[in-house]
């Protein structure tokens, strides 16, 4: 079958290339997944330049979210069928013609979801259903705040807000050519990153913001304390510039502002906790079937593209969320 392959680390595309491997057997509790479509993240980006813990090995394949059909079962698994549709976490590999996946992270797909936006869902709209209401509280009414809002959870956030009661929604671009696509996405207030974004943002929300949700690392952790409300809520959710994270801030300016601090980890969470990963990729598959929500996708026509959309991402010129759509040699 064909896959993207990472031969090694690299910071370009260089190293990713599409080639013939031996396709994947289910272990007990797993079944695997003929690919129609699979989701393509930032996430690859930071496995293709060796940030730690991304990927498992070397050669390695990316690829996280994927929709399709049951192709084989491992012993052991029920309730799924060979031929149904399903919509899938995969622990790596799912940028491939089949996908391995635990059982506990498949979900069945409702008729009315096509793949190509059943693929954003498990790594793209469930990660955001769960920063807003598992580990951001969100309340409607709330401002927010989100670092990198152009991106695919951005996107999703600023569809699933409204959903949840509406709020007020202000996002962050790495680059100002992006501000005015990155509204239409449904963001209020779009701001590009500038030297002095605590002064920006209070601007815009001078009562704080409510609740932040930061992809950064801690870069802008001072920020973050610096605009939220009493009783604001900061999340943190992922390393996108890599390398270490600086220490947290002392208990008293978090005690003195009212301020919690979180953090999020859809592939922890798959891991630790792959029930409640899988009950919120059926809710928001849900809301796609009921026409709730909506999600604006970018598809890109094969695996062959996949290394110029990760470099679009890695250079900060994409907007949204890309698929690609798998379309099996025989």
Request: glycine letters at 14%; charged letters at 20%.
């Amino acid at each position: 079958m064909r896959a993207v392959v990472m031969t090694e680390p690299s910071d370009g595309p260089d190293r990713t290339e599409v080639r013939d491997v031996d396709e994947p057997n289910p272990d007990s509790g797993q079944l695997t997944v003929e690919v129609e479509h699979a989701g393509v993240n930032f996430i690859d980006v930071m496995a293709r330049r060796g940030d730690p813990g991304y990927a498992s090995s070397w050669p390695y394949v990316p690829g996280l979210e994927v929709a399709g059909t049951v192709r084989a079962l491992g012993d052991d698994v029920t309730g799924f069928s060979v031929g149904q549709r399903v919509a899938a976490f995969t622990r790596g590999g799912g940028l491939a013609e089949v996908a391995v996946a635990d059982s506990r992270l498949v979900v069945p797909l409702p008729e009315r979801v096509d793949t190509a936006s059943a693929s954003a869902a498990p790594l793209m709209l469930a990660t955001a259903y769960l920063l807003l209401t598992d580990a951001g509280r969100f309340r409607p009414g709330d401002a927010v705040l989100m670092y990198s809002a152009g991106g695919g959870v951005g996107s999703a956030l600023a569809a699933l807000v409204p959903v949840l009661g509406g709020g007020r929604l202000i996002g962050t671009v790495t680059r100002a050519d992006k501000v005015d696509a990155v509204r239409q996405l449904g963001w209020d207030v779009v701001l590009p990153l500038e030297a002095d974004m605590t002064d920006a943002i209070r601007a815009v929300a001078p009562d704080g913001v409510d609740l932040i949700l930061d992809p950064t690392g801690t870069r802008m952790l001072d920020v973050d304390l610096d605009v939220a409300a009493p009783s604001g809520r900061i999340v943190l959710f992922g390393n996108a510039g890599g390398g270490t994270p600086d220490p947290l801030p002392p208990a008293g300016r978090l005690i003195g502002g009212n301020l919690a601090i979180g953090g999020f980890s859809m592939s922890s969470l798959t891991a630790a906790a792959p029930a409640r990963a899988a009950s919120a990729l059926g809710t928001v598959l849900g809301l796609l079937a009921e026409g709730t929500v909506r999600l604006p996708i970018t598809e890109v026509g094969s695996l062959d593209e996949v290394a110029a959309t990760h470099q679009l991402l890695a250079e900060g010129r994409g907007t949204g969320k890309y698929v690609v759509s798998v379309q099996r040699t025989r």
